[in-house]
């Protein structure tokens, strides 16, 4: 797969697992996993990414001892995912034409 498509889809993937309620990065994680295997390094680069676009902020908060950073989106962020669901009806479009000769075999 393309690295910059894999990107984007990554990025708004980290997107959806937040936009409900603000969460840390465990627990993004464990939420994408039925969907996509995610590394810790990997998140945390996109995550540091999103929060320098303006899409998510950070708090640190205690939680059983230790720090935890919780992860919010932000209206810049869920704009992002209304874009993505848009841009997703023209890759769709796309991908049709790209495979109608397989409807054929």
């Known amino acids: 797969m393309d690295v910059q ?21 465990y627990q993004i994680i464990k939420n994408m996993r039925p969907f996509l295997e995610l590394s810790e390094s990997t998140l945390y680069t ?23 950073k919780y992860y919010h989106i932000t209206e810049q962020g869920k704009a992002r995912i209304e874009e993505f669901k848009a841009d997703w009806q023209e890759i769709l479009s796309i991908y049709r034409f790209i495979t109608k000769e397989d409807c054929y075999e």
């Open 5 to 25: 498509l894999k990107r984007g889809l990554l990025d708004v993937s980290v997107l959806a697992a937040i936009k409900d309620e603000d969460t840390y990065g």
């Open 46 to 68: 996109i995550l540091k990414r999103l929060e320098t676009a303006g899409m998510l902020t950070v708090r640190s908060a205690e939680h059983e001892g230790r720090l935890r």
